[in-house]
């Protein structure tokens, strides 16, 4: 691992272990705790696409005439991490994007995704994200949480959005939860099995293979430039604190 990254990774340790332990995994005892948890943490599931696209917009040509854009090997880097996201397999064998994924998963379980999807038709409606948050009724630190994300999306330099896409957004599901999730699905295999397998597969693609993609991304983007690797190290801190507050929100 480069010697700047590994770096990062113990600066970020701290936060990242508070988020590993944060009561909002003793809140997930049965179905009805898994339905709350899912209706607030589609969320991330929702705006990491966002901040993925971001990253593509930048770091690859999407626009008329094509032209070459960066280096090829983070255009490679990038081109597969959307390719997995936004088409990967379903448990059917069906391609479906992670957050089609997700949504799926909720209406098996009989969650309450009116928050979500109340979001996204204000936004198909052709209203800014800026607003649509402001005028919608999820909680407050739901708010401030997606509204950092669209900040980083829009306006910070790739390096950063690099380092929050990667490190802000680290394999977050400890033990503990696995070993619920599975004492549910046991009692209601019926309700939990698409929501096993979208954790299961989170954990194979996102955690592993993307997860490594992702560092390379960010060490080219931030190369031996010291300062560089502080703001990443700061920005990925910061994302870590604002899903603290989405956390935080679920257990209100």
Same mark, same amino acid.
């Given at each position: 691992?480069?010697? !700047?990254?590994?770096?990062?990774?113990?600066?970020?340790?701290? $936060?990242?272990?508070?988020?590993? $332990?944060?009561?909002?995994? $003793?809140?997930?005892?049965?179905?009805?705790?898994?339905?709350?948890?899912?209706?607030?943490?589609?969320?991330?599931?929702?705006?990491?696409?966002?901040?993925?696209?971001?990253?593509?917009?930048?770091?690859?040509?999407?626009?008329?005439?094509?032209?070459?854009?960066?280096?090829?090997? $983070?255009?490679?880097?990038?081109?597969?991490?959307?390719?997995?996201?936004?088409?990967?397999?379903?448990?059917?064998?069906?391609?479906?994007?992670?957050?089609?994924?997700?949504?799926?998963?909720?209406?098996?379980?009989?969650?309450?995704?009116?928050?979500?999807?109340?979001?996204?038709?204000?936004?198909?409606?052709?209203?800014?994200?800026?607003?649509?948050?402001?005028?919608?009724?999820?909680?407050?630190?739901?708010?401030?949480?997606?509204?950092?994300?669209?900040?980083?999306?829009?306006?910070?330099?790739?390096?950063?959005?690099?380092?929050?896409?990667?490190?802000?957004?680290?394999?977050?599901?400890?033990?503990?939860?696995?070993?619920?999730?599975?004492?549910?699905?046991?009692?209601?295999?019926?309700?939990?099995?698409?929501?096993?397998?979208?954790?299961?597969?989170?954990?194979?693609?996102?955690?592993?293979?993307?997860?490594?993609?992702?560092?390379?991304?960010?060490?080219?983007?931030?190369?031996?430039?010291?300062?560089?690797?502080?703001?990443?190290?700061?920005?990925?801190?910061?994302?870590?604190?604002?899903?603290?507050?989405?956390?935080?929100?679920?257990? !209100?």
């Amino acid at each position: 691992m480069h010697s !700047q990254a590994l770096n990062l990774k113990n600066k970020i340790q701290a $936060t990242r272990a508070n988020l590993l $332990t944060h009561p909002v995994y $003793t809140q997930i005892k049965d179905l009805a705790g898994l339905q709350n948890f899912a209706q607030y943490h589609v969320f991330a599931v929702w705006d990491f696409m966002s901040l993925l696209k971001s990253l593509q917009i930048n770091l690859t040509s999407v626009s008329l005439p094509w032209l070459p854009v960066g280096s090829a090997n $983070t255009r490679y880097l990038i081109n597969e991490i959307v390719l997995g996201e936004e088409s990967d397999v379903d448990e059917q064998g069906n391609r479906i994007s992670h957050f089609e994924l997700y949504m799926s998963a909720m209406r098996q379980m009989g969650a309450n995704a009116s928050l979500i999807e109340t979001l996204v038709e204000s936004l198909m409606s052709g209203i800014t994200i800026e607003e649509a948050i402001r005028v919608s009724s999820i909680p407050d630190q739901v708010k401030q949480f997606l509204q950092f994300t669209f900040d980083i999306a829009q306006h910070a330099p790739l390096h950063v959005k690099a380092a929050v896409f990667t490190f802000g957004r680290e394999d977050l599901i400890p033990d503990m939860f696995t070993q619920i999730l599975n004492e549910v699905y046991t009692e209601h295999p019926d309700k939990v099995s698409i929501f096993k397998y979208y954790i299961e597969r989170h954990i194979e693609v996102d955690g592993g293979h993307h997860s490594h993609l992702a560092l390379e991304m960010v060490a080219e983007l931030c190369g031996n430039d010291s300062i560089k690797w502080e703001e990443a190290t700061q920005a990925s801190i910061q994302s870590l604190e604002m899903r603290v507050k989405l956390w935080d929100a679920i257990i !209100q």
